[in-house]
């Protein structure tokens, strides 16, 4: 079955960190890009950060210099290492990413991770 498995999330207090991992399963990433989305309750879902399988990174204004994303090609893997966590990361987050799915690519969503940062 082809589909985005996400990992990593959990509780965590305000300066901590925590490392998301998003594997596509059954499938490979497409080259444009992989990103990382988070929803919190109330709010719109926004783009965190993204990665091409060339590497080229991507952030949100509110993650710089705390964020780090990455892609391991050899295991169809991108991975969120978050670190000096603050109570306003606190929110679900989503990997998104276009992958094969039979002949076509198609855009699937992960099912979401919960990352609770206490304050």
């Known amino acids: 079955q082809v589909q985005l498995v996400e990992s990593g999330g959990g509780l965590v207090q305000a300066g901590g960190s925590l490392r998301l991992s998003c594997a596509a399963s059954g499938s490979i990433f497409r080259t444009n890009a992989v990103g990382w989305y988070r929803q919190a309750p109330g709010k719109q879902r926004e783009l965190v950060a993204a990665v091409t399988s060339g590497g080229s990174t991507e952030y949100a204004d509110s993650v710089k210099g705390r964020f780090t994303i990455s892609i391991d090609n050899a295991k169809n893997t991108v991975y969120l290492q978050m670190n000096s966590l603050k109570p306003e990361d606190t929110a679900i987050y989503y990997c998104?990413?276009?992958?094969?799915?039979?002949?076509?690519?198609?855009?699937?969503w992960g099912q979401g991770t919960q990352v609770t940062v206490s304050s």
């Open positions: 998104n990413a276009d992958l094969l799915s039979g002949l076509m690519w198609k855009n699937f």
